[in-house]
């Protein structure tokens, strides 16, 4: 799904673009090219993502890191390519990227990043967490961490999802780096 040209958007794609490029993303990118064409949903859509991206009570490093494995999962090349570098920034380090690009769990996790681990894990492959692993999660990130967690993990997924179908190139300048996981 390409993008629009812009004299070909409606209003309401024209009011969803402005509202977007208005905010921290600054621009139409990503999974925004295709989620443009249904306005409503993009609209409402971003605004969760700027708020689970930028101000959840998880913080950016532990947020980047749920980022991460949730475009591993996906094999999601646009936002792993993203994400890479700003996971680095916050502090997420190069051996914990090393090992979710190859689909396995890194090694010496702190107790807050093996906490996001283990929930994404449990959720993926159960579609449920388990109580040790929630009391774990809780302990470590508190319930409205576990909730925003839950919310980037979700949130993600939607937008791999979006950009899987869509085929959404990388941006320039990158390529591919997750390699396909085995199932």
Same mark, same amino acid.
């Given at each position: 799904m390409p993008p629009l040209p812009p004299a070909r958007l409606t209003r309401a794609q024209r009011r969803a673009a402005r509202e977007l490029e208005s905010g921290r993303r600054g621009k139409v990118i990503g999974p925004f090219v295709p989620a443009l064409r249904?306005? #409503? %949903?993009m609209s409402r859509l971003q605004r969760l993502g700027e708020?689970?991206?930028y101000d959840n009570v998880l913080g950016r490093?532990?947020?980047e890191l749920a980022v991460l494995l949730t475009a591993r999962s996906w094999t999601q090349q646009f936002e792993w390519a993203l994400h890479v570098s700003i996971a680095t920034e916050e502090g997420v380090p190069h051996a914990v990227i090393e090992a979710i690009a190859a689909?396995?769990?890194p090694r010496a996790l702190p107790a807050q990043d093996a906490a996001v681990y283990d929930v994404?894990? #449990? %959720?993926?492959?159960t579609q449920a967490v388990s109580d040790p692993t929630y009391a774990r999660a809780v302990a470590e990130l508190g319930e409205a961490g576990v909730i925003d967690l839950?919310?980037?993990i979700g949130?993600?997924?939607?937008?791999?999802m979006?950009?899987?179908v869509a085929r959404t190139p990388l941006p320039p300048g990158y390529t591919p780096q997750l390699p396909p996981l085995e199932k």
């Open positions: 249904s306005p #409503e %949903l708020y689970l991206r490093r532990l947020t689909g396995r769990r994404f894990v #449990e %959720l993926r492959d839950i919310g980037v949130y993600y997924s939607t937008l791999a979006i950009m899987n």
